[in-house]
């Protein structure tokens, strides 16, 4: 893979030089634990008399002395690798490729401290500090740079080591705790303290081969996290956040604090359905399907989307129904086009699933399974599509006695994935959210899906006869009848009978909002009228916030492209999807459709619909709940008098 016009290559001899360095603390250094505890004998002990101990390395930067108050812990990676095996004479290719990754690992992140340093004033500063003319006034500056280097370091270490070993990860894995020993003097004290931390965690952890290479790939996990959060508050990391580094050699790209991986597809062993195998749903059907395509107008060298540019992209949507009316069949349907149109042009495509076997019971666990979930998605070299099947039941609600700590850890991971202040869309991926009891989901992460696809089953007569001619399959002679299968689900023009639905409210409380606005004002075909009629729905249900009119005025952004990309797009790459970024942007902005009013108030009706079904719901759920306690007190009392007299 070549470089984009964004990215700067960190040079293969700029590595290498270092490898030399990274071996020395592989083979051995000393090391003073200053935060974390060890848990693990030194190795120097237990030596038979006579034989000497390894040579340390020692620290080489210049100016820094670090006072003793323990005894410093020699760490020794290369004897602990290769000891892991429980005593082999010859080193395993698990063991070396550990190893190798180890040096590889270090040897690019010593590369990208000494260009972080070349590139900021660091690289002077040292240089004076050597000479003794370092200038009072800018110690606080060199400490800082210093803190930027080491974070810098260690982020890149965990990053490499974690990109390098995906592929030799197997089945096995180990639980690996959080890093406490991050050391930011400097870049070779933290890479010292790292180092240090991983050797106690494979004296504890790696028993056998496979454990060895889970372990250093767990660690590598617990690093990046614990090193992103403390780069968010520190200064002078610019010139690493925002510049992208390609290391060729290992098809590696660094970007900032983010983690890296590997652009490779996942092995869908689901049973795809067809369109006209979805019976119903015409809206849903209709937006998964334009969805699906809008995915593929991903542009790899832009690292963007026209669609999400444009402002027609779906990033987040939430569909709800009633068990049974089709949300398997639809998320089928969606992931088998998706991946369809991704084997013809070659793109890399990944779809997973967030499911209540991810709820740990262990403290944060749940959280950092989510956000796991949520990067494999989002990363931008893949086309992507998530899916959170029971959502009502995975996310917690915020001030429900009966959500538990994980549950809650994953509503705060979604919500801050989906709308937080680090959020890009770039287009390349779609997140779905599917309840069949969405009004149990916690209201602000609820209002997080852009999009609402009610997902209501077969609805018409000619519905229910599709259905069964469907599911009865073709080993039977029983005649079809007066019936033209499947006609009833042409999709143009169910979907627009469907959104004509939608001119007049279909819940009785913003029905009565919506004709008493209308009995006050007239036709809501002004800016001003429609605003009178969000205000009144707000009145009647005051979670109905700006976030809700963003979400409509989204939702009206993509029924401004409504239309479907052309299948022979999809068919024939080249006609579009090999076409640069800006012909693609030039091309869908052609097919766009003029705004109208009849667009805004069918999609204010269709947002406002969910919320009041949601909310009444809800409400009847929560009455019910007290009729029945109150059932209970009152039986419990009459028990209690009666067992007192």
């Known amino acids: ?63 820094l002395v670090t006072r003793r108050t323990t005894r410093p812990e020699g760490v020794h990676l290369i004897e602990r690798i290769t000891a892991s095996d429980g005593g082999d004479a010859l080193t395993s290719p698990q063991q070396a490729v550990v190893m190798n990754t180890l040096r590889r690992a270090l040897a690019i992140a010593l590369a990208m401290a000494e260009n972080y340093s070349e590139q900021t004033a660091l690289a002077d500063l040292k240089r004076a500090n ?62 010292h303290g790292t180092l240090w931390e991983l050797d106690q965690d494979l004296a504890n952890l790696a028993s056998d081969d496979a454990r060895l290479v889970a372990c250093a790939s767990g660690f590598a996990e617990q690093l990046m996290e614990k090193v992103a959060l403390r780069a968010r508050t520190a200064p002078h990391l610019e010139a690493f956040n925002t510049a992208t580094w390609r290391v060729e050699a290992d098809d590696l790209t660094l970007r900032g604090f983010s983690p890296a991986s590997k652009a ?9 359905k067809k369109p006209n195998e979805v019976v119903g749903n015409h809206i849903a059907k209709y937006q ?36 049974g009316t089709g949300k398997t069949t639809l998320i089928q349907m969606m992931a088998g086009m998706i991946n369809e149109y991704c084997g013809i042009a070659g ?39 998530g899916t959170i099947d029971d959502i009502d039941t995975l996310a917690g609600k915020r001030g429900d006695r ?28 779609t997140f779905g959210m599917f309840s069949n009891y969405p009004e149990n989901v916690d209201d602000a992460l609820r209002q997080r899906a852009g999009a609402r696809f009610l997902v209501d089953g077969p609805q018409t007569q000619e519905d229910y006869i599709d259905i069964l001619y469907l599911l009865m399959g073709k080993n039977h002679d029983i005649p079809l009848g007066d019936h033209q299968a499947y006609a009833a689900q042409e999709i143009k023009s169910a979907v627009a009978a469907s959104f ?20 006050e004002v007239g036709e809501l075909d002004t800016i001003a ?98 009729v029945r306690e109150y059932g209970r007190t009152e039986e419990a009392k009459r028990r209690y008098l009666e067992g007192k007299g």
């Open 347 to 385: 793109y890399p495509f990944r779809y997973q699933n967030l499911s209540t076997d991810n709820i740990d019971s262990y403290q944060g666990k749940s959280g950092q399974n989510a956000k796991a979930f949520i990067d494999t998605i989002l990363d931008p070299s893949v086309i992507g599509f």
């Open 402 to 429: 009966q959500s538990s700590a994980g549950q809650l850890e994953i509503t705060a991971v979604l919500m801050e994935s989906f709308a937080g202040a680090n959020t890009v869309v770039r287009g390349n991926c």
């Open 529 to 626: 009228k429609m605003g009178i009629y969000l205000k009144g729905i707000q009145q009647a249900d005051d979670r109905f916030t700006g976030r809700a009119i963003k979400n409509i005025t989204d939702a009206v952004k993509v029924r401004a492209m409504d239309f479907e990309l052309p299948d022979e797009w999809m068919q024939e790459p080249e006609l579009f999807l090999f076409r640069d970024y800006d012909t693609k942007k030039g091309m869908i902005s052609e097919l766009r459709q003029p705004i109208t009013v009849e667009m805004v108030i069918q999609e204010i009706n269709r947002y406002a619909d969910s919320e009041f079904r949601y909310a009444d719901k809800s409400d009847e759920v929560a009455i019910e709940g007290m």
């Open 1 to 63: 893979m070549s470089l984009t016009s964004d990215q700067m290559e960190l040079r293969e001899e700029d590595i290498v030089k270092h490898y030399d360095g990274a071996f020395a603390m592989l083979d051995g250094f000393d090391h003073t634990p200053r935060i974390a505890t060890a848990t693990a004998p030194a190795q120097g002990e237990g030596r038979s008399s006579g034989i000497p101990a390894r040579r340390r390395f020692r620290s080489t930067t210049p100016g």
């Open 130 to 191: 050597l000479a003794g003319d370092l200038p009072a006034a800018r110690k606080t500056e060199f400490s800082e740079l210093l803190v930027g280097e080491a974070l810098i370091s260690l982020y890149v270490f965990g990053n490499a080591l974690a990109y390098l070993l995906s592929s030799h990860q197997g089945e096995i894995s180990v639980q690996v705790g959080e890093a406490q020993e991050i050391l930011t003097d400097n870049a070779q004290l933290a890479l």
């Open 264 to 272: 490779k597809s996942t092995t869908l062993t689901m049973s795809f």
């Open 500 to 519: 004509a639905g939608h001119t007049r409210p279909k819940e009785d409380g913003l029905l009565r909002v919506f004709d008493r606005v209308r009995g």
């Open 288 to 323: 998964a399907m334009k969805l699906s395509k809008m995915l593929m107008a991903y542009d790899f060298e832009r690292r963007l989307n026209p669609f999400a540019e444009l402002g027609g992209f779906i990033f987040t949507f939430m569909g709800d129904g009633k068990p």
